[in-house]
């Protein structure tokens, strides 16, 4: 049994019964047994502002770092709005890159999955948050890509995936990301953890 | 004297000395006679959540919707943050694009300005918002693009630009983005205001 | 009866069957009578290098230049290869540019259409392109947005569109685009043709 | 003494002083002494065109091929045209990836440099280019992120980098690449060489 890892699962809309966190859910569900992937909420973070970057920073941006800092990965899973990804993804990025020299983001094995109910499965989203991850310092899962389109036909009344043919291609993608978790995090180099060095 | 146009003004950094909104209000100053630019503050806009557009949705957001939508025009003025725009103003974006239908963006002529005290002048976050732009419906000015790096630089004790050449710059591009508004505008075809018509 | 417009059509794949050169075909099929579009040739054009911008450039290259610098618009289709635009469409776009100064692009209205025979249109080719167009100063229309998806199943055995769902859509296009191009050509300011002045 | 290693190096402009081919070579000189970087040149390469694809595709497209994929790693050098990688790389990349199924670019560990002579680095070709390594599969070093300004001034009359400054950027870009290197094809899973299963 390999070494347990956890992953931080960021979920970009904010809606009750929002598609992206069924798609989030259910791939914690298909995970392999040794990968606990957990939602980091972002909905009660107020919006970044470098002036309340003092001693006292409001205490929902100190849980959310508090969160993800001890995580092995972590898992954006985004709809799109606007062509872009939605303001609320942005802000965690961004919370979570501050303050200066303590960013929670860099090194941590990362993988991007869009969805949408539309046809283009959230192209422009998943590429807008890669470059975010440029300079954050996440290595990227690359294949799978993952653009969920029409998504809202996806999910029985039960909210898991209905269809086998997309459980199975979700099942996949979290294998493929626990693989590339294990490469960063085991591979030699600065990223290697304390199990590989040992 | 041409006739007078408005400009709501979108600035992405909330920092009270922000140097985008240092760079916000001297566009303001240098604007031709005709050309009002006014900021839309975006602070204290709660996040866009969908389940909050009920019949009464956040004041704030009405509030928002309620000065964008009589402007003629839109000039997005951005820094970088993690190489996209920051989250407020995507926040806004998001927030005046909805409920469905009822957008305030489509067919205002737009402009987006980035700036950074750093070396990139905010390039990536200019063009993250440009693509949001196509599905607004906003048809945006190409030229001059303007990536103003090193912009900590720019401003003296009293907040002004305190080189000539940097006024210049900001002039004639606020000039050709009156240009743009009234191209726009007054162009035949569904964009094209009272005024042309009449 | 409008005055007539001439449009450049550059078409990203060189393939003979290409299913892009079979929707400019289409396009210049359904557009209004006095809008013609004509297909500027792109894959004899030798690969740009500045080198060989000499007194006697490739005569391709002249040829290239010469055949859209009189146009009044410009219409790129494309498909994606790797998740961007091809190589020829992007020589095109490079070779048209050059040499300094002398570039064949700025001022002339645009559009962009992107088509593909898989699921997601083209969306990454279409965007790149666009951010391109900022540069080339070219005044890009915005809506309606065209990712062409699955359009391998649109064209009958005659080449031509056989769905008039699809038919209809490719026509509402091109006659905003011709309407986009009386807005920037005929609207005040620096673009105004003689027609409008007159 | 690590096991050698050889990188594909890929230089996006065909001019003869080009910088970046200045770049590629001074990042030659500087790598460690196991890694060996190498210029697959790019300039002869016929514009891909699927229906060259036959069982005698143009033999400049073979050369290329059989050049790169023996490599162990990819690293690509870029100037910016016209806010995009220039036609010359996206040919190489696209030549590169066909037929479907024999694309000689997966699993190869990658990066990306741009270099301008203008400020701002070519930042608009380095994040292209990296949205085409994402479907190519080429796991990409993230950090250090490379935006070369105004290089044109790093050159000695003997073209090397005249700067200790610029010398040891370079120098420790290459030696965070080969790490990167090491990390993607000695850590566990598919992309593991023979060496770290022995």
Redesign the interface.
Known sequence: MPQPRTVAVIVG????DSLNRKVALELARLAPPHLTLEIVEI?D?P?????LETESPPPAWTAFRGKVAPADGVLFVTPE????????I??A??VG?RPYGRSVW?KKPGAVISASPG???G??AN??L???????????M??P?A?L?KVGDWFGADGQVADEKHRTYLADFVAAYA??I???L???????DDAAKG
């Open positions: 809309s904010l809606r009750r909905g973070l919006l970044y502002n470098q002036d709005y606007n062509r872009s990804m939605p303001a609320p942005k802000n990025i961004d890159s860099p046809a283009y499965g192209f422009g590429h807008h890669r470059q975010c991850t440029v300079f954050l310092d996440i290595p990227l690359q294949q890509e653009y389109a693989d590339w294990e490469k960063i085991r591979g030699p180099g600065e990223l290697a």
